[in-house]
């Protein structure tokens, strides 16, 4: 019933492990994989992969596989700058044993580090949850320095999955020209795992002033009033508010007349008359007929497929790209076995779509006629590549879908984006201020241009806060904005250390007059500092959208110990991605109805993802599966309802 066009990838991958030398070590009391590696002079990595069980801890006692060092090479560690530790690791760690209740976030606290360096002294917390009575270092290490180079001082940035050249430029308040000439290597291709050099001010001067990009303009569409539309029915259809559709078409102010030409954001969604409700796809499945999925995944393969055993594990060290794409491979697998034991009439295809940021093989697999029976289509991992497939698909209505990326590119009527896009989650936070009457109110950084331009576009309501000439809040300037009869919502954008205290503060200290509660709209890396208590987060019960959350039901827990008995690691984000999309459209398939009216009409939730799927207005379709979550006092993350 299943067939499956690759299997290389890991049969090769597996091969070039277990082909080295070993010895085999009893682990003595007290001793940490760090000493072992070290008194063998290989690396932890190298451990990890011979005896995949020892990322949760090793109990004395316990008999590991140790790789020869002559034979197996060691891989260095792939760091942006160097991180010196204030006191010697070997004979200065603490360790930690998780009890229950334990949270990442109470451990740092409680021997005052930062949840990133909890997570460098223990690598596995970065993709697998804590467990009752696993064993922890605690390391304390210095903040990593700047890179010096000439008379300027560089930051490091590490390209993952979702940058452009264009969103970084803009986070470093550079031109995206600068940001290719301090690094030629990025002018043709941004490769995943790429480290780039990012000097503050521009590349022609001194470090004086910052440079400050303008912002992108909304991308608009012209669309004509129809006899008997009004104001209200104009702002549900598109999901503005009255304030920015007036401010996009300032003629309204005179009312609505038939014919009347306005324009709209391309990129937003057509408001649903009823919204999509959860629906549990697996209680309906139908198998009257076969479906086929194909999945192009990179794995590249033509790379290395001259390559000697030797250099094939030193790619799978160092390429981050494949490594992801491997992760998502396998989460994929689990799902097509969970879809094989309930019986689903589901024929699949994989193919290598060999692909970098710019090129795919895709389109010649198409031409060649493998596509006469697919029904729908993940992959390839780049937009401009699922956006050339879908081109190509377009005329025979082959839903395709793009798995991983964030991009708002060109649009087509097959066209899926799976991924939840920036705006689209801004809006989900202020849809839900907006169903609670709330107060809003937006402390917003200069630098935040994207955040800026959002709320100046679509949510003209919101009260701005004014800066001093330097950035600086003044923290009387908040609380004239508060309302007793409503929550006051502050939208904090910034990263500033000194004004998320002085923000913080203020709102605190109107918790007895006001109810008050803090948003954040995207991810704020010096929320996760200890200098920021997060007490204070939690008593303002800080609110945030995010494209996906942890899942802790039983369903879960099984899907996590089922992938970890078959790969002896637990799923890590991108494994658990493959997985949710790869089940969820194999469920889509096996409905009763058509594929496009499933997509349409049903809102689904797997292990980490939501998939609640609109119209865009441009054409095509975004996932508006989108959560909100909030720190709870108990120092958990919940669902806001």
């Known amino acids: 019933m299943f067939k499956r066009v690759i299997y290389i990838v890991i049969l090769v991958f597996t091969t070039t492990v277990f082909a080295q030398s070993y010895t085999k070590y009893t682990v003595a009391k007290g001793e940490t994989i760090a000493q072992i590696a070290q008194k063998f002079k290989v690396t932890p990595y190298d451990i990890y992969k011979l005896n995949p069980d020892a990322k949760n801890g090793v109990q004395p006692n316990s008999v590991l596989l140790i790789p020869k060092s002559t034979q197996l090479a060691t891989v260095p560690t792939p760091k942006p700058v160097t991180v010196k530790p204030k006191v010697p690791v070997v004979s200065n760690d603490k360790i930690h044993i998780v009890v229950a209740g334990d949270t990442k976030y109470s451990i740092s606290k409680k021997y005052k580090i930062s949840v990133e360096f909890l997570e460098m002294a223990n690598p596995i917390l970065k993709t697998s949850d804590l467990k009752v009575g696993q064993t922890l270092k605690i390391i304390y290490y210095e903040e990593p320095p700047k890179m010096a180079i000439g008379s300027k001082m560089y930051s490091a940035h590490e390209v993952v999955v979702g940058d452009t050249k264009y969103n970084i430029a803009k986070k470093y308040g550079i031109t995206v020209e600068e940001l290719e000439k301090q690094n030629p290597e990025i002018k043709d291709n941004l490769p995943l795992g790429f480290q780039l050099k990012i000097a503050k001010g521009s590349s022609n001067s001194e470090v004086t002033e910052e440079v400050k990009p303008k912002a992108k303009p909304i991308d608009l569409l012209e669309y004509t009033v129809k006899s008997g539309e009004t104001i209200y029915s104009l702002t549900h259809l598109f999901n503005l508010s009255e304030a920015s559709l007036i401010g996009l078409n300032p003629d309204l102010k005179e009312g609505v007349k038939e014919g009347m030409v306005l324009k709209v954001p391309a990129n937003l969604s057509f408001a649903k008359e009823t919204k999509n409700s959860l629906k549990d796809l697996t209680k309906s499945i139908a198998n009257q007929n076969k479906k086929q999925l194909v999945l192009f995944l990179p794995f590249n393969i033509s790379k290395i497929q001259n390559d000697s055993v030797t250099s094939v594990s030193e790619r799978l060290k160092k390429d981050k790209f494949l490594n992801m794409t491997l992760d998502f491979y396998s989460g994929a697998l689990m799902a097509i076995d969970s879809a094989k034991v309930l019986g689903m009439n589901v024929d699949i295809k994989i193919f290598d ?102 709320i100046q576009d679509f949510q003209k309501e919101v009260k701005v806060v004014g800066l001093s000439d330097k950035g600086g809040f003044v923290a009387d300037s908040i609380k004239k904005y508060f309302v007793k009869d409503k929550i006051n919502y502050v939208v904090l954008a910034s990263e500033k250390t000194g004004t998320i205290f002085t923000v913080t503060n203020a709102m605190l200290n109107s918790l007895k007059e006001y109810q008050v509660q803090l948003v954040i709209l995207e991810p704020n890396e010096t929320l996760d500092f200890e200098e920021i208590d997060l007490k204070r987060l939690t008593k303002l019960k800080m609110v945030y959208p995010s494209a996906s959350k942890d899942n802790d039901t039983e369903e879960a827990q099984q899907f996590e110990m089922a992938y970890k008995k078959k790969n002896r690691i637990f799923p890590n984000q991108y494994a658990v991605r493959g997985f949710d999309l790869t089940f969820d459209t194999l469920l889509r398939l096996s409905q009763e109805k058509s594929l496009q009216d499933s997509l349409d009409n049903d809102a689904s939730e797997q292990v980490e993802s939501k998939f609640d799927y609109a119209k865009k207005i441009s054409g095509g379709y975004a996932n508006n599966g989108i959560y909100i979550l909030y720190y709870d006092e108990d120092l958990t993350i919940k669902q806001a309802e």
């Open 353 to 454: 779509s060999e692909e970098t940021k710019n090129s795919t093989n895709a389109l010649s697999i198409i031409s060649s006629g493998n596509f006469a029976d697919a029904d729908a289509v993940i992959g390839p991992f780049y937009q401009v590549n699922v956006e050339k497939v879908a081109a190509a698909l377009e005329s025979k209505n082959i839903p395709v879908i793009s798995p991983l990326s964030k991009d708002d590119g060109k649009s087509y009527k097959n066209l899926f984006q799976s991924m939840p896009q920036n705006d689209d989650i801004r809006k989900a936070m202020f849809d839900y201020m907006h169903s609670k009457n709330g107060n809003i109110i937006g402390v917003l950084d200069p630098k935040k241009l994207a955040v800026k331009q959002y």
